[in-house]
């Protein structure tokens, strides 16, 4: 029997299987396309043929599909009573409530459940600074975790089995917005003829300098918690001002508005609701709620 087994072998299975041999576990993999398990094989894991065989392989199944729907239609095909006894980890990605009926169909059919959220590319896994996200039976994480590590430091959220991928989507949510917001301007910059590359570094210095600006996550989260957000500096007037300058130059410049618009609107919402001489940090109170 093997210690582990792996099912989903995209860039990041593949990644996570590398991982684990390196750990020197025993792996059974299965895909799909079965082809893209050679070079494991090569390298010392096991192929199933089935996925009925692949969980049969390990006390241990980690899922590492493109969401949950595929995850289904992967254990639809093992009989009910093959996972009985069996630790299911799901790391696909998908929305908490999906998480969340994935754990209840495993305790359905008595197998036991942990959801993640890997927190960084394929190429980073088991490599310093990854870590994954983990939620669900404290028990199973504390028994799963030295297993686990060699794919990046295990980080437990507590038992609600949507909470880690609500992080993850929590977290991709800066980074997306992040990155639409570095193309934005770079587009801006471009419709006025100017060289994207003149201006891309200073941007991605601004990036990194965020920290620096705001202060650690923890004064962050007091002032959030406790809802004060003295605005000396930057106030939400000043701020929604320069929003609503961007707007009108990307819309003169014939550059797409919506993300600049949407940033403008939090601005005037908060505006509107009598915070404008707080900090910036009072758009909190608009975004926790859905706008009427
Ligand atoms: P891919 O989408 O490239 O891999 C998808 C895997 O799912 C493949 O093994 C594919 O099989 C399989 N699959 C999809 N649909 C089905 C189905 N209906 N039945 C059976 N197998 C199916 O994703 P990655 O490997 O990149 O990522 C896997 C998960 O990890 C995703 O949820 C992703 O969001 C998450 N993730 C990925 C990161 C990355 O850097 N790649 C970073 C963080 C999280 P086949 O090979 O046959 O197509």
């Not at 792996?6 to 996570?16: E, F, H, K, N, V």
């Not at 993640?116 to 039976?137: L, Q």
């Amino acid at each position: 029997m093997s210690d582990v087994t792996m099912i989903g072998l995209g860039p990041m299975g593949q990644a996570m299987t590398w991982a684990l041999l390196s750990g020197g576990n025993t792996v059974t993999v299965w895909n799909r396309t079965a082809s893209r398990a050679d070079p494991l094989r090569t390298a010392g894991a096991t192929l199933a043929t089935s996925p009925a065989e692949a969980v049969q392989a390990s006390p241990v199944i980690v899922l590492s599909l493109t969401d949950h729907a595929a995850g289904d239609a992967v254990l639809d095909q093992v009989p009910a009573p093959a996972l009985r006894g069996k630790v299911l980890v799901n790391l696909s990605s998908d929305t908490p409530d999906r998480s969340r009926r994935s754990a209840r169909r495993a305790a359905g059919v008595g197998a036991q459940f942990l959801t993640g959220g890997v927190m960084v590319p394929a190429p980073m896994i088991g490599r310093p600074g990854a870590f994954v996200y983990y939620s669900g039976s404290g028990q199973v994480f504390d028994d799963l975790a030295p297993l686990l590590e060699p794919i990046g430091e295990a980080r437990y959220l507590g038992a609600d089995p949507g909470l880690a991928q609500l992080f993850y989507q929590a977290s991709l949510l800066v980074f997306l917005t992040s990155l639409s917001g570095l193309l934005n301007a770079a587009a801006l910059i471009s419709a006025a003829g100017a060289p994207t590359r003149d201006f891309l570094p200073d941007a991605l210095q601004l990036l990194t300098g965020i920290p620096a600006m705001i202060g650690t996550g923890e004064e962050l989260s007091t002032q959030l918690e406790t809802a004060e957000h003295p605005g000396d500096l930057s106030n939400a007037v000043m701020m929604g001002a320069t929003a609503e300058h961007i707007v009108r130059t990307a819309q003169s410049s014939g550059v797409d508005s919506e993300l600049p618009e949407a940033v403008l609107s939090h601005y005037q919402r908060t505006i509107a609701a009598g915070l404008g001489g707080q900090n910036w940090t009072a758009l909190y109170e608009i975004l926790r709620r859905t706008p009427f």
